[in-house]
């Protein structure tokens, strides 16, 4: 998963650099897809698990004799975070969000009971219920739902305080804020951008688009005429020529939306947004959510969809379909 364009695990490892000497990832079947991703990183080791993951995290922790910091790679731990964690005195520490879900943590492996630790998480919710000594997180954040992607891409935004325009901006372009652009992307003419906003390489905005705050657009987008953008992720490879509304969303790659293309993200009564996961509504705690489209869909024209709602990787949508429900492929 990419925050801000950058991988997760890489700005954890950016995040770690001043306190660890070595980063070990442990991966599964994708380890050699991880090994090409971090070949030159300076105290970065890839370590392959076998099929028995409870097994080999376990032992790996024991191996090392001393204390570890343990977190899951889809976790997003901020460098304020870890000055808190790693400056406390106490021996075994874990960092909770404001979702109480565990984020990472300071393991004491002396004396640390066999599993069952199928992963990372599972570890770190034993030493929240064992141990009891937490620090509350300000802005790390344990990666579970997909608004959590935009929540954590805010908080990078947020950081911004200057804007970096390497692409070209056509005439009559406006740009308010901090907004980072990259190189041979054209920002076409009449359109708008509100900082923080970043907009990677090689895209296409506008003409006459509106690219409002808190938002992220990766490589090789296209988002045309008349489109807008609010508090939303657009991965890579994704196109939405024209007028669209794209509002608190996750589009992923290499998606094609349909002319007219709307997500609604509010309710009338004001009241949280709640969502189906796993067969059972779950309260965001989001008065504003808006939809999640996974990669490779293509929409119909006029698709419009409710607050919540999702679209599988490689499904599509008809036109003028009204998706009031999970499409599950």
């Known amino acids: 998963l990419p925050v801000v364009n950058r991988g997760l695990v890489f700005r954890m490892i950016e995040a770690l650099a001043d306190h660890v000497e070595e980063i070990v990832i442990l991966t599964g079947d994708d380890s050699e897809v991880i090994q090409c991703m ?25 191996s090392t004799g001393e204390p570890v910091f343990v977190a899951n790679a889809s976790s997003f731990v901020t460098s ?12 075994q520490l874990v960092l909770i969000d404001k979702g109480h879900a565990p984020v ?19 570890l ?86 509106y690219i409002r705050p808190d938002t992220v657009i990766g490589d090789g987008v296209t988002l045309g005429h008349s489109v807008e953008v609010f508090d939303s992720v657009v991965l890579s490879g994704t196109t939405g020529k024209h007028r669209s509304y794209i509002g608190h969303s996750v589009i992923g790659r290499n998606v094609n939306l ?52 999702k679209i599988w990787p490689g499904c599509f949508t008809r036109p003028g379909e009204v998706v009031d429900k999970d499409i599950l492929g």
């Open 38 to 62: 971090c070949e030159g990183l300076s105290g970065v080791v890839v370590e392959s698990l076998s099929t028995s993951a409870t097994t080999d995290l376990f032992d790996y922790l024991k």
């Open 80 to 91: 304020a975070d870890l000055d808190a964690l790693f400056s406390d005195s106490r021996e």
């Open 104 to 122: 990472a943590g300071i393991v004491e492996v002396e004396g640390l009971e066999a599993g069952p630790y199928p992963d990372a998480d599972a």
């Open 124 to 209: 770190l919710s034993m030493l929240c219920k064992e141990a009891g000594e937490v620090i509350a997180a300000h802005s790390s954040i344990a990666m579970v739902y997909p608004w959590h992607l935009i929540e954590a891409s805010v908080v990078v935004l947020r950081q911004l305080d200057s804007s970096d325009v390497k692409g070209v901006c056509e005439d009559y372009v406006t740009i308010k804020g901090s907004v980072v652009v990259g190189p041979g992307s054209v920002i076409k003419a009449g359109t708008t951008i509100e900082g923080p906003v970043v907009i990677g390489s090689n895209c296409v905005i506008g003409p006459s688009a």
């Open 258 to 309: 349909g002319c007219g293309f709307i997500t609604s993200d509010y309710r009338h009564d004001g009241a949280n947004h709640a969502t189906v996961i796993e067969g059972a509504k779950l309260d965001s705690g989001r008065r504003k959510l808006g939809s999640f489209v996974g990669d490779d869909v293509n929409t119909g024209v006029h698709t419009s969809m409710y607050p919540g709602r």
